[in-house]
Protein backbone atom coordinates (compact mmCIF):
# COMPACT_ATOMS: atom_id res chain seq x y z
CA UNK A 1 0.00 0.00 0.00
CA UNK A 2 1.22 3.40 -0.88
CA UNK A 3 1.15 6.41 1.14
CA UNK A 4 1.84 9.87 0.52
CA UNK A 5 2.58 12.67 3.09
CA UNK A 6 2.47 16.33 1.90
CA UNK A 7 4.22 19.12 4.10
CA UNK A 8 5.39 22.49 3.54
CA UNK A 9 2.18 24.39 3.38
CA UNK A 10 1.63 27.77 5.60
CA UNK A 11 0.50 31.05 5.54
CA UNK A 12 2.60 33.14 3.28
CA UNK A 13 1.90 36.95 2.19
CA UNK A 14 0.83 37.58 -1.39
CA UNK A 15 3.79 37.89 -3.56
CA UNK A 16 5.70 35.43 -1.63
CA UNK A 17 7.20 31.64 -2.23
CA UNK A 18 6.05 28.45 -0.85
CA UNK A 19 7.79 24.89 -1.41
CA UNK A 20 5.49 21.86 -0.98
CA UNK A 21 6.78 18.32 -0.26
CA UNK A 22 5.43 15.32 -1.13
CA UNK A 23 6.96 11.81 0.04
CA UNK A 24 5.74 8.81 -1.36
CA UNK A 25 6.27 4.71 0.53
CA UNK A 26 5.70 1.72 0.07
CA UNK A 27 6.18 1.02 -4.09
CA UNK A 28 8.21 2.91 -6.76
CA UNK A 29 5.68 5.48 -8.14
CA UNK A 30 5.19 6.21 -11.94
CA UNK A 31 2.91 9.61 -12.83
CA UNK A 32 2.68 11.74 -9.56
CA UNK A 33 0.90 15.71 -9.73
CA UNK A 34 -0.39 17.87 -7.55
CA UNK A 35 -3.72 19.36 -7.56
CA UNK A 36 -5.40 21.95 -4.95
CA UNK A 37 -9.38 22.50 -3.97
CA UNK A 38 -11.65 24.46 -1.82
CA UNK A 39 -14.60 22.96 -0.35
CA UNK A 40 -17.16 22.79 -2.60
CA UNK A 41 -15.31 23.18 -5.72
CA UNK A 42 -13.69 20.50 -8.19
CA UNK A 43 -10.28 19.37 -7.83
CA UNK A 44 -8.04 21.23 -10.22
CA UNK A 45 -4.47 20.16 -11.55
CA UNK A 46 -1.48 22.09 -10.34
CA UNK A 47 1.25 20.48 -12.12
CA UNK A 48 2.03 17.06 -13.08
CA UNK A 49 5.26 14.76 -13.85
CA UNK A 50 6.23 11.39 -15.64
CA UNK A 51 8.59 9.16 -13.90
CA UNK A 52 11.22 10.74 -16.37
CA UNK A 53 10.61 14.11 -15.44
CA UNK A 54 7.80 15.58 -18.22
CA UNK A 55 5.90 18.18 -16.77
CA UNK A 56 2.75 19.94 -17.24
CA UNK A 57 1.26 22.85 -15.48
CA UNK A 58 -2.32 24.24 -15.61
CA UNK A 59 -3.03 27.53 -16.95
CA UNK A 60 -3.27 29.21 -14.00
CA UNK A 61 -0.30 28.28 -12.29
CA UNK A 62 2.33 28.15 -15.78
CA UNK A 63 5.42 30.69 -14.98
CA UNK A 64 5.11 30.91 -11.16
CA UNK A 65 5.64 27.19 -10.08
CA UNK A 66 8.63 24.40 -11.09
CA UNK A 67 7.33 20.40 -10.36
CA UNK A 68 10.24 18.01 -9.96
CA UNK A 69 11.07 14.94 -8.45
CA UNK A 70 13.77 13.02 -6.63
CA UNK A 71 13.05 9.10 -7.77
CA UNK A 72 15.04 7.30 -5.70
CA UNK A 73 13.67 9.49 -2.67
CA UNK A 74 9.81 8.83 -4.24
CA UNK A 75 9.73 12.02 -3.58
CA UNK A 76 8.49 15.17 -5.65
CA UNK A 77 7.93 19.17 -5.25
CA UNK A 78 6.01 21.66 -6.27
CA UNK A 79 8.24 25.38 -6.10
CA UNK A 80 5.73 28.26 -5.51
CA UNK A 81 6.07 31.73 -6.44
CA UNK A 82 4.89 35.33 -6.75
CA UNK A 83 1.51 33.31 -4.81
CA UNK A 84 -1.94 35.41 -5.04
CA UNK A 85 -4.87 35.08 -2.91
CA UNK A 86 -6.52 33.12 -5.51
CA UNK A 87 -3.81 30.45 -4.41
CA UNK A 88 -5.69 29.65 -1.13
CA UNK A 89 -6.73 25.86 -1.10
CA UNK A 90 -5.72 22.76 0.06
CA UNK A 91 -2.83 20.83 -1.79
CA UNK A 92 -2.82 17.08 -2.66
CA UNK A 93 -0.38 14.98 -4.25
CA UNK A 94 -1.18 12.10 -6.50
CA UNK A 95 0.60 9.42 -7.55
CA UNK A 96 0.06 6.76 -9.79
CA UNK A 97 2.09 3.18 -9.68
CA UNK A 98 1.67 3.07 -13.68
CA UNK A 99 3.91 5.42 -15.93
CA UNK A 100 2.16 6.83 -18.64
CA UNK A 101 4.09 8.73 -21.63
CA UNK A 102 2.30 11.96 -21.07
CA UNK A 103 2.06 14.32 -17.60
CA UNK A 104 -1.37 15.45 -18.02
CA UNK A 105 -3.97 12.85 -16.88
CA UNK A 106 -7.37 12.39 -15.95
CA UNK A 107 -7.29 12.30 -11.67
CA UNK A 108 -8.96 8.84 -12.02
CA UNK A 109 -5.74 7.46 -13.27
CA UNK A 110 -4.17 7.96 -9.98
CA UNK A 111 -4.41 5.57 -7.30
CA UNK A 112 -3.19 7.00 -4.54
CA UNK A 113 -3.96 10.57 -2.63
CA UNK A 114 -2.44 12.65 0.22
CA UNK A 115 -4.20 14.06 2.66
CA UNK A 116 -3.51 17.34 1.72
CA UNK A 117 -1.59 20.10 3.31
CA UNK A 118 -3.25 23.86 3.58
CA UNK A 119 -1.51 27.09 1.59
CA UNK A 120 -2.86 30.41 2.60
CA UNK A 121 -2.20 33.50 0.93
CA UNK A 122 -2.62 36.25 2.59
CA UNK A 123 -2.89 40.34 1.51
Known amino acids: QVQLVESGGGLVQAGGSLRLSCIGSGSSLGNMAWYRQVPGKQRELVAA???????DYSDSMKGRCTISRDNAKNTIYLQMNNLKLDDTDVYYCAASRRRFTSARLQPSNYEYWGQGTQVTVSS
Open 49 to 55: ITSGGLT
